[in-house]
Protein backbone atom coordinates (compact mmCIF):
# COMPACT_ATOMS: atom_id res chain seq x y z
CA UNK A 1 0.00 0.00 0.00
CA UNK A 2 1.56 3.42 -0.98
CA UNK A 3 1.45 6.52 0.45
CA UNK A 4 -0.30 9.22 -1.43
CA UNK A 5 1.74 11.84 0.69
CA UNK A 6 4.90 11.06 1.65
CA UNK A 7 5.83 11.23 5.23
CA UNK A 8 8.17 14.28 6.14
CA UNK A 9 11.08 12.10 7.83
CA UNK A 10 13.05 15.29 8.38
CA UNK A 11 10.10 17.20 10.36
CA UNK A 12 10.02 14.40 12.77
CA UNK A 13 13.59 14.14 13.47
CA UNK A 14 13.53 17.87 13.89
CA UNK A 15 10.94 17.95 16.41
CA UNK A 16 12.78 14.83 18.23
CA UNK A 17 15.75 17.11 18.79
CA UNK A 18 14.29 20.13 19.20
CA UNK A 19 11.95 18.14 22.22
CA UNK A 20 15.44 16.33 23.16
CA UNK A 21 17.07 19.70 23.64
CA UNK A 22 14.35 21.04 25.16
CA UNK A 23 14.08 18.16 28.16
CA UNK A 24 18.23 18.05 28.63
CA UNK A 25 17.25 22.21 29.18
CA UNK A 26 14.43 21.55 31.76
CA UNK A 27 16.76 18.95 33.41
CA UNK A 28 19.56 20.95 33.92
CA UNK A 29 17.80 23.94 35.02
CA UNK A 30 15.38 22.45 37.46
CA UNK A 31 16.60 22.45 41.81
CA UNK A 32 15.39 19.24 43.31
CA UNK A 33 12.95 21.94 45.16
CA UNK A 34 11.28 22.42 41.33
CA UNK A 35 11.18 18.82 40.76
CA UNK A 36 9.07 18.42 43.86
CA UNK A 37 6.64 21.15 42.57
CA UNK A 38 3.13 19.95 41.77
CA UNK A 39 2.84 20.15 38.40
CA UNK A 40 -0.39 22.33 36.47
CA UNK A 41 -3.44 20.58 36.16
CA UNK A 42 -2.40 17.17 37.36
CA UNK A 43 -1.54 15.14 40.53
CA UNK A 44 2.08 14.52 39.55
CA UNK A 45 5.27 16.65 41.05
CA UNK A 46 6.92 17.92 38.21
CA UNK A 47 9.81 15.12 38.29
CA UNK A 48 6.91 12.53 37.60
CA UNK A 49 5.68 14.33 34.64
CA UNK A 50 9.33 14.75 33.18
CA UNK A 51 9.28 11.15 33.67
CA UNK A 52 5.89 10.72 31.99
CA UNK A 53 7.08 12.86 29.13
CA UNK A 54 9.69 10.62 28.38
CA UNK A 55 7.86 7.34 28.99
CA UNK A 56 5.58 8.80 25.79
CA UNK A 57 8.56 8.06 24.08
CA UNK A 58 9.43 5.28 25.32
CA UNK A 59 5.83 3.07 25.03
CA UNK A 60 6.04 4.37 21.01
CA UNK A 61 8.85 1.83 20.96
CA UNK A 62 6.46 -0.48 21.87
CA UNK A 63 2.98 0.93 20.02
CA UNK A 64 5.60 0.35 16.94
CA UNK A 65 5.18 -3.63 17.17
CA UNK A 66 1.88 -2.96 17.84
CA UNK A 67 1.00 -1.43 13.92
CA UNK A 68 2.83 -3.72 12.66
CA UNK A 69 0.78 -7.08 13.68
CA UNK A 70 -2.41 -5.48 13.62
CA UNK A 71 -2.11 -3.70 10.44
CA UNK A 72 -1.79 -6.86 9.22
CA UNK A 73 -5.02 -8.12 10.21
CA UNK A 74 -8.44 -8.13 9.76
CA UNK A 75 -10.00 -3.98 10.27
CA UNK A 76 -12.44 -5.91 12.73
CA UNK A 77 -9.80 -7.62 15.06
CA UNK A 78 -8.06 -3.92 15.31
CA UNK A 79 -11.58 -2.62 16.39
CA UNK A 80 -12.11 -5.36 19.18
CA UNK A 81 -8.74 -4.76 20.60
CA UNK A 82 -9.41 -1.08 20.47
CA UNK A 83 -12.99 -1.78 22.11
CA UNK A 84 -11.17 -3.95 24.60
CA UNK A 85 -8.48 -1.50 25.86
CA UNK A 86 -10.94 1.37 26.15
CA UNK A 87 -13.19 -0.83 28.24
CA UNK A 88 -10.07 -0.89 30.81
CA UNK A 89 -9.54 2.61 30.79
CA UNK A 90 -10.00 3.10 34.75
CA UNK A 91 -7.28 0.44 35.78
CA UNK A 92 -5.17 1.76 32.75
CA UNK A 93 -5.72 5.41 34.15
CA UNK A 94 -4.54 4.16 37.49
CA UNK A 95 -1.37 2.37 36.08
CA UNK A 96 -0.68 5.48 33.93
CA UNK A 97 -0.95 7.66 37.14
CA UNK A 98 1.43 5.25 39.51
CA UNK A 99 4.20 4.56 36.80
CA UNK A 100 5.56 7.37 37.00
CA UNK A 101 5.16 8.35 40.64
CA UNK A 102 7.07 5.25 41.30
CA UNK A 103 9.76 5.53 38.06
CA UNK A 104 10.64 8.75 39.54
CA UNK A 105 11.50 7.39 42.63
CA UNK A 106 14.52 5.41 40.48
CA UNK A 107 14.81 7.66 37.19
CA UNK A 108 16.82 10.92 38.80
CA UNK A 109 17.12 13.69 36.34
CA UNK A 110 20.90 12.40 34.72
CA UNK A 111 19.46 8.62 34.55
CA UNK A 112 15.93 10.41 32.59
CA UNK A 113 17.94 12.44 30.40
CA UNK A 114 20.16 9.96 29.45
CA UNK A 115 17.31 7.60 28.50
CA UNK A 116 16.05 10.22 26.86
CA UNK A 117 18.92 9.91 24.25
CA UNK A 118 18.72 6.53 23.96
CA UNK A 119 15.18 6.18 23.05
CA UNK A 120 15.31 9.36 20.66
CA UNK A 121 18.03 7.40 18.74
CA UNK A 122 16.76 4.49 18.62
CA UNK A 123 13.01 5.85 17.13
CA UNK A 124 15.52 8.49 14.51
CA UNK A 125 17.09 4.75 12.88
CA UNK A 126 13.69 3.29 13.50
CA UNK A 127 12.11 5.47 11.84
CA UNK A 128 15.39 5.63 8.99
CA UNK A 129 14.69 2.16 8.48
CA UNK A 130 10.93 2.72 7.63
CA UNK A 131 9.61 1.81 3.91
CA UNK A 132 7.12 4.46 2.92
CA UNK A 133 4.51 1.84 2.26
CA UNK A 134 5.06 0.41 6.30
CA UNK A 135 4.14 4.03 7.30
CA UNK A 136 1.09 4.13 6.13
CA UNK A 137 -0.39 0.75 7.86
CA UNK A 138 -2.54 1.71 10.69
CA UNK A 139 -4.80 0.41 13.20
CA UNK A 140 -7.40 1.28 15.94
CA UNK A 141 -6.26 2.79 19.40
CA UNK A 142 -8.11 3.15 22.51
CA UNK A 143 -8.97 7.01 22.12
CA UNK A 144 -10.12 6.68 26.14
CA UNK A 145 -6.53 6.25 26.79
CA UNK A 146 -4.98 9.63 25.32
CA UNK A 147 -6.10 12.90 24.04
CA UNK A 148 -3.78 12.40 21.31
CA UNK A 149 -5.05 8.92 20.42
CA UNK A 150 -7.21 8.79 17.35
CA UNK A 151 -9.54 6.16 16.12
CA UNK A 152 -7.12 4.83 13.68
CA UNK A 153 -3.50 5.79 13.47
CA UNK A 154 -0.77 4.69 10.87
CA UNK A 155 2.81 4.09 12.17
CA UNK A 156 3.59 7.63 10.55
CA UNK A 157 1.00 9.09 13.39
CA UNK A 158 2.86 7.30 15.92
CA UNK A 159 5.90 8.26 15.35
CA UNK A 160 4.58 12.02 15.87
CA UNK A 161 2.32 11.16 18.45
CA UNK A 162 5.24 11.52 21.18
CA UNK A 163 6.17 14.71 20.74
CA UNK A 164 2.71 16.36 20.51
CA UNK A 165 2.36 14.66 23.97
CA UNK A 166 5.39 15.74 25.19
CA UNK A 167 4.40 19.13 23.76
CA UNK A 168 1.22 19.46 25.97
CA UNK A 169 2.93 18.15 29.26
CA UNK A 170 5.49 20.74 28.97
CA UNK A 171 2.92 23.64 29.41
CA UNK A 172 2.06 21.46 32.47
CA UNK A 173 5.74 21.74 34.51
CA UNK A 174 5.80 24.51 37.05
CA UNK A 175 9.69 24.57 36.82
CA UNK A 176 10.12 28.05 36.16
CA UNK A 177 7.83 29.16 39.01
CA UNK A 178 9.32 30.99 42.88
CA UNK A 179 8.75 28.15 45.31
Known sequence: MANAHPMDRQSVYDDYDRARNTFHQLL????ETDLARGADGTRWTNRQLLWHMLFGYMIV??????VRVFGRLPDRVG??????????????DV???????????????????AKFDRVIDSLR????????????????YPERWDPFFQDFMTLADIYRYP?????????QLTLDEDG
Open 163 to 171: TRHFDFHHR
Open 28 to 31: DGAT
Open 61 to 66: LRLLVL
Open 79 to 92: RQFARLLNAATAPF
Open 125 to 140: RKLAAEPESALARGMH
Open 95 to 113: VNYLGPVGAAKIYGPQRMG
